[in-house]
């Protein structure tokens, strides 16, 4: 029979998470998204509330002061809050899946501990250090240097630039290179303290959208990192970066599915609702052939999404299917919100109504997590096995 051997049924457990991030989302984040927006103010009091409810450690096991769900509540949970607010759910998806989930993976006992707890409750915040001024999809060009010395310890020296969260991060899982000479098997991963000497962050950088996640430079200079706070091998940052990013890019689909979903619902009821020419303007064909697209491009993201979800809850490599999730979430975000603009007319224009507003936070779903020509590069290299 048709789809008889699939079954897109949630369990309670999902459906409770998801219920529990949708009341938070409509309740606190969404009426305060336009202030956020404007004043580009942190949101700390609402990341408090989500950590909480076990919304910034959604994946960690509960002894380590997590949710426990698996991978498909992550994309329930992001979905509503991103449909609140896109600049919330970049704070929560940093803190689940770039920082939590590297350390619950590759992390010490002791570092799970330390790290994850504090994070995972919501009472500090995390972040992801990668990306470097002369090198963002050229993730190996890194230049940031962590030399051993004598007794053990790493002396880091070096900038990271974009760094979701940095004006407000307590801790940083680094990358940076401890034998360059071996390029990407020469880089390292580590755990920074935010608050410790040789620790400088840059000024908030004024964005498009998403204007309440704060984004700075950090500088290391002869910043002291302990042989505890290598985060799993030595020589084996860059895999860990690209394992955890694979994770990451399941969140970022995740979001785009939220902000086109808010634009798509906000455009339903306004087609019904705004007349011209004597009629509902949903009743136009060009305004139906809108519609059939945007719900179309909506559940393809939603459902690929969910089968990259789904795949990492197997314990199997999802490299190829998040790619393809990110991918088609965020050119569908980008899509629906441009025709969710459109169809509002003046309105859609207008700082009076959030249409705006969705437009410009879809686009950076674009970029980060790795641009749309790096998750094509991603799959096909996947798909065809060249180079
Ligand atoms: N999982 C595990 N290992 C992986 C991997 C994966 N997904 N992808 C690559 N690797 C391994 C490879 O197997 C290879 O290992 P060996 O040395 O043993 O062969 C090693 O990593 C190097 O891989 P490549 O040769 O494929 O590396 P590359 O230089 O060609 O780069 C790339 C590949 C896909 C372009 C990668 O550099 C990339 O993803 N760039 C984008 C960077 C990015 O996404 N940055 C995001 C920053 S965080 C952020 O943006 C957060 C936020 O906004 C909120
Ligand atoms: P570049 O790599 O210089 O790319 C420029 C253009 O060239 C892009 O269109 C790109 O797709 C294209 N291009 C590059 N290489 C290829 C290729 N091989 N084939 C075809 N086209 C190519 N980074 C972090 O580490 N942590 C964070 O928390 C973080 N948060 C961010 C938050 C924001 C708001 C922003 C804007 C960025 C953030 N980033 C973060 C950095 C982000 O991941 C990078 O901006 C992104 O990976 C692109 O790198 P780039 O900006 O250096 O662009």
């Known amino acids: 029979a048709r789809g008889a051997d699939v079954d897109f049924r949630f369990t309670e457990e999902q459906l409770m998470i998801q219920d529990v991030a949708r009341r938070i989302a409509q309740?606190?984040?969404?009426?305060?998204?336009?202030h956020?927006?404007?004043?580009?103010?942190f949101p700390l009091a609402n990341i408090r509330t989500l950590g909480e409810n076990g919304l910034m450690g959604i994946e960690v096991p509960a002894e380590y002061g997590g949710a426990g769900m698996d991978p498909i509540s992550y994309v329930l949970a992001m979905v509503e809050i991103a449909a609140g607010d896109a600049a919330h759910s970049?704070?929560?998806?940093?803190?689940?899946?770039?920082?939590?989930?590297?350390?619950?993976?590759?992390?010490?006992?002791?570092?799970?501990?330390?790290?994850v707890r504090a994070i995972a409750e919501g009472r500090e915040i995390g972040a992801f250090a990668l990306t470097e001024p002369q090198s963002g999809s050229d993730a190996t060009a890194m230049r940031c240097k962590a030399i051993k010395q004598a007794d053990g310890t790493f002396l880091i020296n070096g900038k990271k630039s974009w760094i979701t969260s940095g004006p407000v991060a307590k801790y940083f899982v680094l990358f940076a290179m401890t034998e360059p000479e071996k390029g990407a098997r020469g880089i390292t991963a580590f755990l920074v303290d935010g608050d410790r000497a040789g620790f400088h962050r840059g000024k908030t950088?004024?964005?498009?959208?998403?204007?309440?996640?704060?984004?700075?430079e950090i500088e290391f200079a002869d910043y002291v990192a302990q042989p505890d706070e290598v985060l799993g091998d030595e020589g084996h940052g860059f895999k860990i970066a690209m394992g955890v990013l694979d994770a990451g890019r399941i969140g970022i689909a995740s979001q785009a599915i939220g902000i086109a979903r808010a634009a798509y619902e906000a455009t339903l009821a306004y087609v019904r609702e705004r007349k011209a020419f004597g009629q509902p303007i949903g009743a136009f064909q060009m305004t139906q052939a809108k519609i059939a697209d945007m719900k179309c491009k909506l559940d393809a993201a939603l459902l690929l999404t969910l089968r990259a979800a789904w795949v990492k809850g197997q314990d199997q490599r999802f490299t190829n299917e998040a790619a393809i999730a990110k991918l088609t979430a965020s050119e569908a975000a980008m899509?629906?919100?441009?025709?969710?603009?459109?169809?509002?007319?003046?309105?859609?224009y207008s700082k009076e109504m959030?249409?705006?507003?969705?437009?410009r936070d879809a686009?950076?779903?674009?970029?980060?997590?790795g641009t749309s020509?790096?998750?094509?590069?991603?799959?096909?290299?996947?798909?065809?096995?060249?180079r």
């Open 27 to 34: 309740e606190k984040i969404a009426p305060s998204a336009e």
């Open 36 to 41: 956020h927006d404007q004043t580009g103010e």
């Open 90 to 115: 970049t704070i929560v998806s940093v803190n689940n899946s770039l920082f939590c989930n590297g350390i619950l993976k590759f992390g010490t006992e002791a570092q799970k501990q330390l790290y």
């Open 205 to 216: 950088e004024p964005k498009l959208g998403i204007r309440a996640s704060a984004t700075c």
């Open 335 to 348: 899509w629906i919100t441009h025709q969710a603009v459109q169809i509002h007319g003046g309105m859609g």
């Open 354 to 359: 959030p249409l705006e507003r969705y437009f």
């Open 363 to 369: 686009k950076i779903t674009e970029i980060y997590e």
């Open 373 to 386: 020509e790096i998750q094509r590069l991603v799959i096909a290299r996947n798909e065809t096995g060249l």
